[in-house]
């Protein structure tokens, strides 16, 4: 009866371990091995908070996304800043004042010409909750949600885009975040931590990020 418990808890088992494989693939954006499209340089958009324009958004949450972006923009100069061909843009000259969800093509046109760039990855920041609590026990789990898209300028191509959304949570409500729990040490993330994370996911299924 004990060999049998045992054989049916390795099963059980090994059943999540491959289910969370699969979860974590689900976002996956297929993308070949080596880019098709010659790329002369990258202009880098600072990372735009969505704001809901009819002050739907509270102040406190307002300003947490004003303050998460900056610190997105930080994480994207860590993770890109040794790549060639990168230019990061400064804020006015990418979304002079406004606070709108996208870039319009002729708007991005324009910014890639003056960076001498054909390529442009723009960002935007939905949701930066911070963790309250500490690493080893919370209230409230981090929370990031962002996604990215990178275009050629010329006919609008998107090359690459992704989205991450998560809120992190204890084993005991997601047995299946098992496999990534382990990789962060078992302990409660900061939203920089988990922006980090999930930037480091995202952008490294990009083949066009990648070293070049």
């Not at 880019?35 to 947490?64: F, H």
């Not at 690459?160 to 959304?165: N, V």
């Not at 098992?178 to 480091?200: I, M, N």
């Amino acid at each position: 009866m004990k060999f049998f418990q045992r054989c049916t808890m390795g099963v059980a088992v090994c059943c999540l371990a491959l289910a969370a494989g699969c979860a974590q693939k689900e976002d996956l954006v297929l993308a070949a091995k080596e880019p098709a499209v010659p790329i002369t340089g990258i202009a880098v958009l600072p990372v735009r908070p969505v704001i809901e324009a009819d002050d739907g958004q509270p102040v406190a949450g307002e300003k947490m996304l004003l303050d998460g972006s900056q610190v997105m923009n930080d994480l994207m100069k860590e993770m890109l800043a040794g790549k060639s061909g990168i230019r990061f843009v400064a804020e006015p000259a990418a979304t002079q004042g406004r606070r709108t969800a996208d870039v319009n093509l002729e708007t991005a046109r324009r910014i890639a010409a003056q960076q001498g760039c054909n390529v442009v990855l723009e960002t935007t920041l939905s949701r930066y909750n911070e963790r309250v609590g500490s690493e080893y026990g919370v209230k409230q789990p981090a929370a990031v949600t962002f996604a990215y898209r990178l275009y050629e300028v010329g006919d609008g191509r998107v090359l690459c885009h992704g989205r991450f959304d998560e809120q992190q949570q204890s084993l005991m409500e997601n047995l299946l975040a098992l496999p990534k729990a382990q990789s962060r040490g078992l302990v409660w993330l900061t939203a920089e931590e988990l922006a980090r994370d999930g930037l480091q996911e995202k952008l490294g299924e990009c083949p066009y990020l990648g070293e070049r």
